[in-house]
């Protein structure tokens, strides 16, 4: 018997040899469950724009809720970790851990590695997003590398 408890507690036989109640109260913690109050506002939460971006492909669409219906997917643009000290200081009342506010993140909404560093195509020749064009874009550059010129805006280029 006491090499049974000694392995559960982790105490020596020696040690336990010295106490004179030897009986072993295992109570397992009940993970209590949140109210879908709850859980729809940090849902919601991390679905606002100016804590995630949507992905624009057609093929980062994800199937949510038991295959049934296709869900764009989303990337968020800091960590869990500062999104949950940002949910708390916005809804103080709202007091979730942050073990529980990373478990109620939905599959369609992706963790900060995914985000594509890339955002805009517009380097040089590829579909410049501001109407100059990539050749107009090395020049520029070229031209300040050189030092010859200072460049304020388009017009004075």
Do not use: W
């Not at 809804?91 to 900060?112: A, D, K, M």
């Not at 985000?115 to 064009?133: E, T, V």
Request: hydrophobic fraction near 30%; charged fraction near 30%.
């Amino acid at each position: 018997m006491l090499n049974q408890i000694s392995k559960c507690t982790r105490l020596s036989r020696r040690s336990l040899g010295l106490i004179e109640d030897k009986t072993i109260d295992m109570v397992k913690e009940k993970r209590t469950c949140i109210s879908k109050s709850v859980a729809e506002s940090v849902i919601d939460f991390l679905g606002r724009e100016d804590n995630c971006r949507i992905q624009p492909g057609k093929a980062d669409a994800k199937k949510v809720n038991g295959h049934k219906e296709k869900k764009q997917t989303k990337v968020l643009t800091d960590y869990l970790k500062k999104l949950h000290m940002k949910d708390k200081s916005e809804i103080p009342e709202q007091n979730i851990s942050l073990s529980t506010f990373t478990r109620i993140r939905p599959p369609n909404i992706l963790l900060t590695s995914y985000i594509s560093r890339n955002s805009c195509q517009c380097i040089y020749g590829k579909s410049a997003c501001d109407g100059l064009g990539g050749t107009t874009k090395r020049m520029a550059d070229e031209a300040i590398r050189q030092g010859n010129v200072t460049i304020q805006d388009a017009a004075d280029f």
